[in-house]
């Protein structure tokens, strides 16, 4: 409570002790208590002048639109800071922002010199979990800033998916599925800061694992305003045909001639490898794997020798 509210009530105290002379002692018994409760530090928010309060250079946000910014200042000057800004103690006199860095910035448009503040002890590391949390918390955060705010906390708050997903309040699977979008192309994370496709649109491109087709059925949802629905339908139809593609493929490789297999176990067998041969209308190739460069000096050795 500021110095003006309790103002307001020793007056009207005084008017109520005209009346009413045997409350009085009553009256200044509430008003005390109310003075020592709201200078208690942490007990109520306390007034900073912003200029003793530093940015902090864990904000996992970087971009702040200025016309979002303009009309959160017009609402400031009309109703004020609604919800405190948190910050941790540096020294005497200077403070670091934890949260609340946009309406620190929409504050001082708004021409504000002091703002409502909770204070916290933290740690750097302390410092960053909880600016990371409370930016993932904000609603206007889209899956590609939330992604990548779940990842920050995975390598810089040593933290696995398991621990993070306690933290934030969501389900291990929903913290992965937006870790996921981080691989996603850049046309495609793009599309996802912009609105041009929706979390469900990004979570069936990233279930798609070649690139070349994420982009395929990518643009084609972009040029056939496909929902979500069909979008991952036709990531299921691409990927059957790809999988009975491969089991072709991986029929015709396996049948041998009886007559090159022989070979081919010979082969196997000089140079201490799996050599195989693949043989198409009289023409071919011979692979011969290595596992290192002096496994593959070891067998250019042996083919000199023959």
């Known amino acids: 409570m500021n110095m003006a509210k309790i103002n307001q009530k020793k007056e009207l105290g005084k008017g109520i002790r005209a009346l009413l002379g ?3 002692q009553d ?3 509430v008003l005390d208590k109310e003075i020592i409760q709201n200078t208690v530090k942490g007990s109520s928010t306390n007034l900073i002048k912003s200029v003793l309060i530093e940015v902090n250079p864990f904000q996992p946000r970087v971009n702040f639109d200025e016309d979002a910014l303009n009309e959160l200042a017009s609402s400031i000057k009309i109703h004020g800071i609604i919800q405190p800004l948190t910050v941790r103690e540096l020294s005497k006199d200077k403070y670091q922002l934890i949260s609340g860095e946009r309406r620190l910035r929409a504050s001082k448009i708004a021409g504000l010199t002091e703002v409502p503040v909770y204070i916290r002890t933290a740690n750097d590391q302390e410092a960053l979990e909880m600016a990371l949390i409370e930016n993932i918390q904000r609603e206007e955060l889209n899956a590609i800033e939330i992604g990548m705010n779940y990842q920050r906390l995975i390598d810089e708050c040593d933290l696995n998916h398991d621990s993070l997903a306690e933290r934030v309040g969501k389900k291990r699977s929903t913290v992965s599925n937006y870790i996921r979008l981080l691989k996603l192309p850049p046309d495609i994370q793009v599309a996802i800061r912009e609105d041009k496709i929706s979390m469900g649109h990004a979570r069936a491109l990233a279930a ?3 690139i070349d087709m994420q982009l395929s059925v990518f643009n084609e949802v972009l ?7 069909q979008t ?3 990531v299921a139809s691409r990927q059957e045909y790809k999988n009975a593609k491969k089991q072709t493929q991986t029929k015709e490789a396996s049948f041998i001639d009886p007559h090159l297999r022989k070979w081919q176990d010979t082969l196997t067998s000089e140079f201490g490898t799996k050599v195989q041969i693949m043989q198409k209308d009289g023409k071919g190739s011979i692979q011969v794997p290595f596992q290192s460069e002096e496994d593959l000096e070891r067998i250019i050795e042996l083919m000199l020798k023959k």
């Open 22 to 24: 045997d409350i009085n």
């Open 27 to 29: 009256i200044e018994d």
């Open 208 to 210: 798609v694992d070649e």
């Open 223 to 229: 040029s056939k305003g496909l929902n979500v629905r």
């Open 232 to 234: 991952e339908a036709i």
